[in-house]
């Protein structure tokens, strides 16, 4: 099945930093989407972005889908980004699978 | 419009006993998802059913079932509980599933199995 990759499975950041999250992916795929999990384990999900370029205030999301990549990017990070950033994707006519994830954590 | 429903938040069991989550999606949404989240193994894909159908299945022993219904409510079922089991079961709800479109995920039913 395919495989996905998340990097850095750790990051720690001071309030105010920015950071980049990369999503690498092994095979060609019809749906990408980055989640963030809540401290109650709900997944909110950020962007549907199966290719292109999107924003949403602080953050944007790029996804190369020719070259099976994707990078979320958090601006002037605060500390209720804290959490667990999640890549999910799906191959044509499959169900989404997801990344190990990574854990950021913003301290004040 | 209302969001997925996940029911109940938690629940603690016995082992050896079985366990029934439902899932209520989003209204029109007729695919819903269950995933199932543990710190050694990540988030895995249990099922998939769409219009009362599992149409796929993730690498589960046979105790994990589904069922979907007519107004595309879902339940899973858990029989013969382990205490591997223990897990956050989150059900994601879209249009047509099958990886097409945006999937919403509910809040989770946290299962501790003692």
């Known amino acids: 099945g395919i495989q996905v990759e998340q990097s850095p499975p750790d990051l720690i950041l001071q309030e105010g930093a920015n950071s980049t999250l990369r999503c690498n992916f092994s095979?060609?795929?019809?749906?990408l989407q980055w989640f963030h999990q809540n401290p109650w384990g709900q997944l909110i999900n950020l962007f549907y972005?199966?290719?292109g370029t999107k924003q949403n205030g602080r953050l944007s999301a790029t996804t190369v889908a020719t070259e099976r990549y994707s990078l979320l990017y958090i601006s002037s990070s605060q500390t209720t980004d804290s959490g667990v950033y999640f890549c999910?994707?799906?191959?044509?006519?499959?169900?989404?699978?997801f990344g190990a994830g990574t854990r950021l954590t913003v301290k004040p | 419009k209302a969001g997925v429903t996940q029911t109940p938040r938690y629940l603690i069991k016995t082992r050896g006993q079985q366990v029934t989550l439902s899932c209520s999606p989003i209204?029109?949404?007729?695919?819903v998802s269950w995933y199932q989240q543990t710190p050694g193994q990540g988030l895995q894909f249990l099922f998939e059913?769409?219009?009362?159908?599992?149409?796929n299945k993730g690498n589960f022993p046979g105790r994990f079932s589904g069922r979907q219904f007519s107004n595309s409510r879902s339940e899973m079922n858990v029989s013969t509980l382990e205490l591997g089991d223990s897990a956050l079961y989150l059900c994601?709800?879209?249009?047509?599933?099958?990886?097409?479109?945006?999937?919403?995920f509910g809040s989770g039913t946290r299962l501790t199995v003692v």
């Open positions: 095979d060609s795929v019809n749906n």
């Open positions: 059913y769409f219009s009362e159908t599992q149409r």
């Open positions: 994601a709800s879209s249009l047509n599933g099958r990886g097409q479109g945006s999937y919403t």
């Open positions: 999910a994707v799906a191959p044509y006519n499959n169900d989404m699978r």
């Open positions: 972005i199966p290719s």
């Open positions: 209204s029109g949404h007729r695919s």
